[in-house]
């Protein structure tokens, strides 16, 4: 089955403990992306990626680090996590690359969300 | 910076009623998609329109790209409560990443 899977699922932690949410796709996807989603400000991109060890900065980068060392996987660290970084986070992949003619169609994970104390 | 408005942000309605979500923009975009998100889940494409004053159905929804291409609108006719969820339009430009609208949360009630 075509998927995109995120773990964990639910994660809460404190204040400057640094974590990863793992992010891996089965569907030979070029290009992944993260964004975060809060109520009353929608989904933002936070990092994306075009190909392996090709990454770059979205919309709301800062306290965010990422790497594609594999075509399937995109892991989102984040080193010293804040409350303001609590939120529910998606993992995303598509075929087709930004600015690629195409439908850009992005194929979502389950989310994680991620409560910062 | 590109915007994608979408209104209304929230929708309460009965069972059978009909109603339209609208998605607007000042930027010209050379597709828009709508996806739908149930709680505890990722977004979900439902349909992608491409051409100026395009109209595609699914089912009971009826999607439509503005002629400018700068806008478009869902229309859900005889809405069940299946359909409940957060509606998400998002828009692809040239060179650019996918532009999320903040999306309409629509409840319908039995």
């Known amino acids: 089955e075509a998927q995109v899977t995120q773990n964990p699922r639910y994660l809460i932690t404190v204040t400057g403990k640094k974590l990863t949410v793992t992010c891996s796709q089965n569907m030979n996807h070029e290009y992944m992306s993260w964004y975060r989603q809060d109520p009353g400000l929608g989904l933002r991109q936070i990092y994306y990626s075009m190909n392996v060890e090709v990454t770059d900065k979205g919309d709301v980068p800062e306290g965010y680090k990422v790497s594609r060392k594999e075509k399937r996987n995109f892991p989102l660290i984040l080193e010293s996590p804040s409350p303001n970084q609590t939120s529910l986070y998606f993992c995303?992949?598509?075929?087709?690359?930004?600015?690629?003619?195409?439908?850009?169609?992005?194929?979502f994970g389950p989310g994680t969300r991620l409560t910062v104390l | 910076t590109q915007l994608l408005e979408q209104s209304p942000q929230f929708l309460s309605i009965q069972e059978g009623e009909n109603l339209t979500v609208y998605c607007n923009s000042s930027s010209v975009f050379s597709s828009l998609q709508w996806y739908r998100q149930e709680p505890g889940e990722g977004p979900v494409l439902l349909v992608t329109v491409v051409t100026g004053g395009e109209v595609k159905k699914l089912k009971r929804l009826t999607f439509q790209f503005g002629d400018a291409r700068k806008d478009s609108s869902l229309h859900i006719t005889a809405a069940q409560p299946g359909d409940t969820g957060l509606y998400l339009c998002?828009?692809?430009?040239?060179?650019?990443?996918?532009?999320f609208g903040k999306g309409t949360t629509l409840s319908v009630s039995s």
């Open positions: 998002a828009g692809e430009a040239a060179g650019t990443a996918l532009i």
């Open positions: 995303a992949s598509s075929t087709i690359l930004p600015g690629e003619r195409g439908y850009n169609e992005q194929f």
